[in-house]
Structure formats: C-alpha cells, structure tokens
C-alpha cells in the first residue's frame, strides 16, 4: 500500500468541518519541528512490545520467507520493522520480501532497512508485478492507493486487480497462509444508534457514489479470498481496519488526528469544523501485533474487526491531542455530541438523522477469539508519537 488510509478519516472528512480549536504555550519544542517525513527508526520499545505480545507467533516463520505488498506506507513500516526485530531477537532465519513500486520512497522513509540482510525489496505495481523467485509460506496484502487523491475508477481497479494479482501470486508460490488488510469502509456508513459496529452487520457502501469505491474495492477483495479459499485451500484470513496512530502515520494527508498532532507541534490552532463524529484510534504497535496475529492465528473467511473500542468525538480528540502536547485549547464549536443512549432507537423516524455519525468498532471477536487487547491508551498513543517526530 503506498501509504494505507486512515480508515476514519476519510470518512470524517475531517477536512470539510469547522471548529476552531485554538492551542496555549507547548510544552514542546515547537518552532523547529520538521514536517517532511522522519527518517528513523521505530521506537525501539514500540518493537519489543509487539515481539513480547508476538513471540510464541513466529515460530511459524522460522527459515520461511513472507511476501508483503504495501511496503511503502504506514502499515508496511511496521509490518517490516517488527519483523526485523523479531527475526533478529529470536535468530529466525527468516526472509521479507516487500513490494514497492516507489523505492525511492522507501529509502526516504526507512534508510536503515533498505540493506538490511532478511529485507528485500521487489519493484512493482500491485496490479502486475512480476512474481519473485522461490516459495513463500505466508503473504500479507497490504497494498493499495490512499493518501494521494485518485480517481474512483484508477482506486477500484488497484483494489480489485491487485488482491486478485496477489492472490494469483500465493497460489503459485506455495504460501499456506494469506492476511488481507481490508478496511472498515466495507459495512458502509454506521447506523448512528450502532456505537459498536460489529462483523457481522451485513450493511454496505452506497453502489450509486463514486466516493464508495474504496468501500466496494475491499469487499470485492474480501470475496476474492473467499473464493481462494473455497476453490484453492488457500488460508485467507481478513482484517477490516479502522483508524490508527503512531510514528510514521502521514501528518499532511487525510488523517484527522495526524493533522491534529503537526498542528498542535507547530503552535497552529487545531482547525475541526463539526466536533461531533465519534471515532477511534488503536496505536501502530498494537496494530503490528493485531495484524500478525490475524495472520498466523487468525480463522480463513472469519473476518476481524482491527482498532480501539474506546470512542471520542472530534472535538474531545483535539482537546486531548492539545492537553497531551502541553498546550490548553479554547474550544469555539456550534456542534454538541448527542447521547445514543439517550434517543429512542427508532429507524423509522427522521430524529436519527441528528445523531452524530460513527466509524467506531467492536472488536469482541479479535478479544474473545485471538485474545488481542487495546494495550496502549490514547493519550499515550498521541505523546508517543509526538515524541518520535520530534527531533
């Protein structure tokens, strides 16, 4: 994926509100804070706590070699950082070979793994890569068009040419094992008397909206594994994604809470117009561990919901993003939160149209499942990152 999308904040369309938050004295250093993208490595705590919550995990890997497309973007980093470390720590032998069809960009971001021994990079498009030499036991597609705007045409064909060229490739290499990183954007837009939306809500993007092409691209992928799996045996496993946070997340793209934090770092006033969307964010390394728990763990055709339970509204968020970051806002907003829990359920009545929109999981399945957990707080999440875009 060149860089996978926040999977709320397209939705938000974070950029399209308008309330003015308007942040005090940082406890930062905040007027020379770089704002091009930080070319370090990932907090190296960040890495031990995914390989401590992973560990009994790779043994499945041991002198294996994995495929993982997206290698560029937010999710590859951490996909191959963690797997670096792990690899190392636990003296694997193993081999990641990730497709990127932007290797300058990959240099930019990640330097220090571009020579590194158990990481190859393999130039292509999603769409058409030649396929690498030898077998592979286990395949992560995480790639596709997200921070640049695309036309909904060009990012329904990435979606769909790509997972089925992808899947194409598993089967022909060998791999047992396959995890596709879809997206939340697959059940449409949440019931705003649903605060959890669960896997098995059988709700969908609108076909007549150009804008549903992404929603429609990942459940044409989701059924493309299905098929892989019925007709092939390939294990295909799914992981629909929500919003995330952490280092490396785009802070000048259509992430909400990305912009929020540059914002907060600048000394600019944090700009939200409509506070009330409720969302939610899972930080990067607890990510890492969802996903390659998904992967080694998780059920073919059983789809898990991947984020934070734990909900706020747009406004709240930038509040806490300002509180996190030393600085007291004022907040300046026409728009209230309303309660769910206050308001008749009733989908036949127009009062629903009032309550604030959602994009927030339950990820029940993932807890009770695969025992995965929310392990770092918000507020930890926020500083955390602020802390490693720092120089």
């Not at 994926?1 to 308008?18: C, F, L, T, V, Y």
């Not at 990640?110 to 030898?134: K, M, N």
């Not at 309303?338 to 009733?346: M, R």
Request: with cysteine; glycine share 8%; charged share 20%.
């Amino acid at each position: 994926m060149a860089s996978h999308r926040d999977e709320g904040d397209e939705w938000e369309g974070i950029k399209n509100h308008a309330t003015n938050l308007s942040s005090g004295n940082k406890s930062f250093p905040i007027h020379f804070i770089p704002f091009t993208p930080v070319n370090k490595p990932l907090p190296k705590e960040d890495l031990e706590h995914v390989l401590t919550h992973t560990r009994a995990l790779w043994e499945q890997l041991r002198g294996g070699r994995i495929f993982v497309t997206g290698a560029t973007g937010f999710f590859g980093i951490w996909l191959l950082e963690s797997f670096a470390h792990a690899n190392e720590q636990l003296g694997l032998e193993a081999e990641l070979v990730g497709l990127t069809r932007n290797p300058d960009s990959f240099l930019a971001k990640a330097p220090h793994l571009v020579d590194h021994e158990s990481i190859r990079l393999h130039i292509g498009d999603v769409r058409d890569f030649e396929f690498p030499e030898g077998p592979f036991s286990h395949v992560v597609h995480a790639g596709t068009t997200s921070s640049a705007p695309v036309p909904p045409a060009e990012m329904l064909d990435t979606i769909i040419q790509g997972t089925r060229h992808t899947l194409d490739f598993a089967l022909a290499t060998g791999a047992k094992r396959f995890l596709f990183v879809s997206s939340g954007a697959v059940y449409g837009k949440q019931p705003p008397e649903m605060t959890h939306i669960p896997e098995t809500y059988n709700g969908a993007p609108d076909p007549m909206d150009p804008n549903s092409a992404y929603g429609e691209g990942k459940r044409v992928g989701e059924l493309l594994c299905a098929i892989a799996h019925r007709e092939h045996g390939l294990e295909t496993t799914v992981a629909r994604c929500f919003a995330f946070v952490g280092p490396g997340l785009p802070l000048d793209a259509h992430f909400a809470i990305g912009n929020f934090i540059r914002d907060a770092l600048k000394g600019d006033p944090i700009q939200v117009k409509d506070g009330s969307p409720y969302r939610s964010y899972l930080y990067a390394a607890d990510l890492a561990i969802w996903l390659w728990t998904i992967l080694f763990k998780g059920a073919s055709c059983h789809p898990y919901n991947v984020g934070s339970e734990h909900d706020t509204t747009i406004s709240q968020l930038a509040e806490i993003v300002a509180s996190n970051l030393g600085g007291a806002v004022q907040v300046s907003s026409t728009s209230q939160p309303l309660n769910p829990s206050t308001v008749p359920i009733d989908t036949t009545t127009p009062h629903l149209n009032s309550l604030p929109s959602r994009y927030v999981p339950s990820i029940d399945r993932a807890k009770t499942g695969l025992g995965l957990k929310v392990c770092i707080p918000l507020e930890e999440s926020i500083f955390k990152t602020a802390s490693w875009i720092r120089p």
